[in-house]
T-cell receptor, first 113, second 112 residues
Framework: ETGVTQSPTHLIKTRGQQVTLRCSSQ?????VSWYQQALGQGPQFIFQ???????GRGNFPPRFSGLQFPNYSSELNVNALELDDSALYLC????????????FGPGTRLLVL | EDQVTQSPEALRLQEGESSSLNCSYT??????LFWYRQDPGKGPEFLFT???AGEEKEKERLKATLTKKESFLHITAPKPEDSATYLC?????????????FGSGTQLTVLP
């Protein structure tokens, strides 16, 4: 069984640029969630995708957007990067349903200069 | 507003010295409390899910318990390889999405 994978592992961008991060779900999982984790903090929920649609969003502006593809893989896009966007971006996959466990990938470390 | 608070922020133990980590939560409609372990620079690794007060789960040297307002992660006779940040999260709904609201974690260091 393949776990959650993310690419790239590290990325350096400059303020104002755009970035795309990618995630492949664990085999059999149909739901993908994205989280942002600042240094020394717990992960914060960005949004969740199910059946290729965003079905919930945390307190993040619209310049954070995403996609889910028919094979359940996903992308996180961030436009107009700001210095505060520097963080570890985590993707988690799960089955749909209350109480289902979310399994995390290794993350993408983004540094915005 | 849903809130999760973990204590202590950091804990240093000698190998074999048992202790407990605390996670207190305020949430409307708990649908699960999750414990994860996170090593530096890596994604969180799932440990346990607890759904109702009184529930307990065990895995090797770890035991998680749940009450109506808090959860404890008990570590018995820890080893240096148990050193990591332990994250607690509650599952709630954001729209129709099931989101995890995390605490800031407890950074555990076990000294040989």
């Amino acid at each position: 069984e393949t776990g959650v994978t993310q690419s790239p592992t590290h990325l350096i961008k400059t303020r104002g640029q755009q970035v795309t991060l990618r995630c492949s779900s664990q085999s059999g999982h149909n739901t993908v969630s994205w989280y942002q984790q600042a240094l020394g903090q717990g992960p914060q929920f960005i949004f969740q995708y199910y059946r290729e649609e965003e079905n919930g969003r945390g307190n993040f502006p619209p310049r954070f957007s995403g996609l889910q593809f028919p094979n359940y893989s996903s992308e996180l896009n961030v436009n107009a990067l700001e210095l505060d966007d520097s963080a570890l971006y985590l993707c988690a996959s799960s089955l749909e349903g209350p109480g289902e466990t979310q399994y995390f990938g290794p993350g993408t470390r983004l540094l915005v200069l | 507003e849903d809130q999760v608070t973990q204590s202590p922020e950091a804990l240093r133990l000698q190998e074999g010295e048992s202790s407990s980590l605390n996670c207190s939560y305020t949430v409307s409609g708990l649908r699960g409390l999750f414990w994860y372990r996170q090593d530096p620079g890596k994604g969180p690794e799932f440990l346990f899910t607890l759904y109702s007060a009184g529930e307990e789960k065990e895995k090797e040297r770890l035991k998680a318990t749940l009450t109506k307002k808090e959860s404890f992660l008990h570590i018995t006779a820890p080893k240096p390889e148990d050193s990591a940040t332990y994250l607690c999260a509650v599952q709630t709904y954001s729209g129709s999405a099931r989101q995890l609201t995390f605490g800031s974690g407890t950074q555990l260091t076990v000294l040989p």
